[in-house]
């Protein structure tokens, strides 16, 4: 029984993603989520008591799939340079891989910031400590402009998340949109224009 239960349970979770991946908080309807799976409404309020739990629970786990290892790529004891390829490496990754995800975590939380702001900051902290101080020892020693972690970090994520969060814009505008086929020539363009930018 358990094992029905939690497999109800994660059919409602994959289900809402899609429909709140859609359509928004505002948009999504419980009723089309119960459809696609073939449960009423009130099997999924068995497992949430509101559409704004149920939500919340989407975009936890989403914006934890998108970022969750970020600090773990912060925290590896490499060369300052090949921390930096990693970081474009692995933004580029969760990008493509993920776009939907990604762009639902980004338009969500711009959509509700006084809520959903809060709940981003409980599910995943980052240390920039460390980072920092190889930041300002790199600095100290002439091998890089002087910059602040956030400041890298801000450049690199607009970088590497702008195409896809922006395709359809760039596909009319400039007849292109990101996809798999660009993901090494951007890597190497990203990460000439940061290093580039760094060493000037």
Same mark, same amino acid.
Do not use: M
């Given at each position: 029984m358990a094992e029905t239960t939690t497999d109800t349970r994660s059919e409602i979770i994959e289900a809402a993603r899609e429909e709140y991946f859609t359509h928004g908080y505002e948009g999504a309807r419980l009723q089309r989520i119960a459809d696609q799976i073939g449960v009423t409404k009130a099997m999924i309020h068995y497992y949430f008591n509101t559409k704004k739990e149920l939500f919340e629970q989407v975009y936890r786990l989403s914006a934890e799939e998108i970022f969750r290892d970020l600090g773990e790529v912060l925290d590896q004891d490499v060369p300052l340079f090949k921390k930096i390829e990693q970081l474009v490496d692995y933004c580029l990754q969760q990008a493509t891989a993920v776009p939907k995800v990604l762009s639902f975590v980004i338009t969500e939380s711009n959509r509700q910031s006084d809520w959903l702001q809060p709940l981003f900051e409980e599910?995943?902290?980052? /240390?920039? $400590?460390? !980072? =920092?101080?190889?930041?300002?020892?790199?600095?100290?020693? &002439?091998? #890089?402009?002087?910059? $602040?972690?956030?400041?890298?970090?801000?450049?690199?994520?607009?970088?590497? !998340? &702008?195409?896809?969060?922006?395709?359809?814009?760039?596909?009319? %505008?400039?007849? $292109? !949109?990101?996809? /798999? /086929? *660009? =993901? #090494?020539?951007?890597?190497?363009?990203? %990460?000439? $224009? #940061?290093?580039?930018? %760094? *060493?000037?």
């Open positions: 599910q995943l902290q980052l /240390d920039l $400590t460390q !980072f =920092e101080k190889e930041l300002k020892a790199a600095a100290s020693n &002439y091998e #890089i402009a002087s910059v $602040t972690a956030e400041t890298l970090l801000l450049n690199i994520f607009s970088l590497c !998340f &702008y195409p896809v969060l922006a395709a359809p814009v760039n596909q009319s %505008l400039l007849k $292109t !949109f990101a996809s /798999d /086929d *660009t =993901e #090494i020539p951007r890597k190497g363009l990203i %990460l000439d $224009t #940061i290093l580039n930018w %760094l *060493t000037a």
